[in-house]
């Protein structure tokens, strides 16, 4: 069973940062890219960042690049996003995810940004 767990999402200040992470079991996961997309109140889920199987070729929105750093831990099935910079746009439910557009995916971990 694919299980999804993700974590370290917080309250911060505009500017600030934070990292967060998702554990992957249930599924061999160096055969697959991984994700973060993510899902702002009254808005689609909107892709954020992907990341090769060997932690190669990170891509990432737009309005996240120089700000967001994706990376992964092949020996430990986790990924994870460095978040800096924060902005209150970046407000949103983060979400780790097997495929680009997000269908199979964890429960989530709440992003606000707020002064």
């Known amino acids: 069973q694919v299980q999804l767990v993700e974590s370290g999402g917080d309250v911060v200040q505009p500017g600030g940062s934070l990292r967060l992470s998702c554990a992957a079991s249930g599924f061999i996961f160096t055969n697959y890219a991984m994700y973060w997309v993510r899902q702002a109140p009254q808005q689609a889920l909107e892709w954020v960042s992907g990341?090769?199987?060997?932690?190669?070729?990170?891509t990432y929105l737009d309005s996240v690049k120089g700000r967001f750093t994706i990376t992964r831990d092949n020996t430990k099935n986790m990924i994870y996003l460095q978040m800096n910079n924060l902005k209150p746009e970046d407000t949103a439910r983060y979400y780790c995810?097997?495929?680009?557009?997000?269908?199979?995916r964890g429960q989530g971990t709440q992003v606000t940004v707020s002064s």
């Open positions: 990341i090769k199987v060997d932690g190669s070729g990170a």
């Open positions: 995810a097997r495929d680009r557009r997000g269908d199979l």
